[in-house]
């Protein structure tokens, strides 16, 4: 799989979902340079994948198979931005998924101006703040945690500022029993976008996790 950009290398600031896509897509060409080829990304990944789709086949490339697993289109928009309640969320969220016990109510409130600069000086930042409100198991690598969630907050960050065009093509949606109820779609909202072969997923959306990657 491709890893995020901020985990390998020394990023500045934000990448949006585009960016991404361009990246991960110098990437495959890297590996192989000419299609057809065969995308899928699970959560975040499933939306980046959507997006190099798009982008390699206004390209003139062949992609024959596009997965989305258990992804959406962004729904809440600036709401993410602006609403206190699902910055806390969103950062209890993370925590809890680095192996830090919090909730939205406890969650400290982010540092200050962090989003923009070098990712090295902006791990500093969030790993002081991390020692400083105890957010840390005991013997863990500060650095480590402090970029992974670096790393999950801007994707997320970027994925709600992503506005997708329409794709005249077609995709496969896989989506689990708990994200159709949530959605009430079967396709997730990917029908108002593309051509969707849509199948259904037992489980919860952290139980269709492949490893770490996203794409």
């Not at 890297?30 to 057809?36: A, E, M, S």
């Not at 959306?205 to 269709?208: D, I, L, W």
């Given at each position: 799989?491709?890893?995020?950009p901020?985990m390998i290398?020394e990023?500045e ?8 896509a361009d990246?991960y897509?110098?990437?495959?060409k ?7 080829y065969?995308l ?5 990944g499933g939306?980046?994948?959507?997006e ?7 390209a003139?490339d ?5 997965a989305?697993?258990?992804a959406?289109?962004?729904?809440l928009?600036?709401k993410?931005f602006?609403?206190?309640?699902e910055?806390?969320l969103r950062?209890?969220?993370i925590?809890?998924a680095l192996?830090?016990s919090?909730?939205?109510e406890t969650?400290?409130k982010?540092p200050?101006?962090y989003s923009d600069?070098?990712i090295?000086?902006?791990?500093a930042?969030?790993?002081?703040w ?6 840390m ?10 970029r992974?969630?670096?790393?999950a ?5 970027a994925?709600?500022?992503y ?7 077609r995709i496969?949606?896989?989506a689990?029993?708990t994200?159709i ?5 079967p396709?997730l909202g990917?029908g108002l ?11 919860e959306?952290?139980?269709?996790q ?5 794409v």
């Open positions: 799989g491709l890893q995020p901020s290398e990023i600031g934000e990448l949006e979902i585009e960016e991404l990246r897509i110098a990437e495959l890297r590996i192989q340079p000419r299609g057809p065969l899928g990304g699970w959560s975040i939306t980046i994948a959507f190099m789709t798009r982008r390699l086949t206004a003139g062949e992609v024959t198979w596009t989305v697993i258990d959406t289109p962004p729904r928009g600036a993410y602006d609403d206190s309640a910055i806390a950062d209890a969220e925590l809890n192996g830090i919090v909730s939205p969650v400290p982010e200050d101006a600069g070098p090295s000086h902006r791990i930042t969030v790993a002081a991390m020692e400083e409100h105890r957010l198991p005991g013997g863990s690598d500060v650095e480590r945690r402090a992974m969630f670096i790393v907050r801007d994707n997320l960050r994925y709600h500022r506005q997708p065009e329409p794709f005249d093509g496969s949606v896989y689990t029993d994200s109820e949530l959605i009430d779609d396709t990917w976008l593309a051509r969707v072969d849509a199948a259904r997923l037992q489980g959306h952290e139980s269709v492949i490893g770490r990657a996203h």
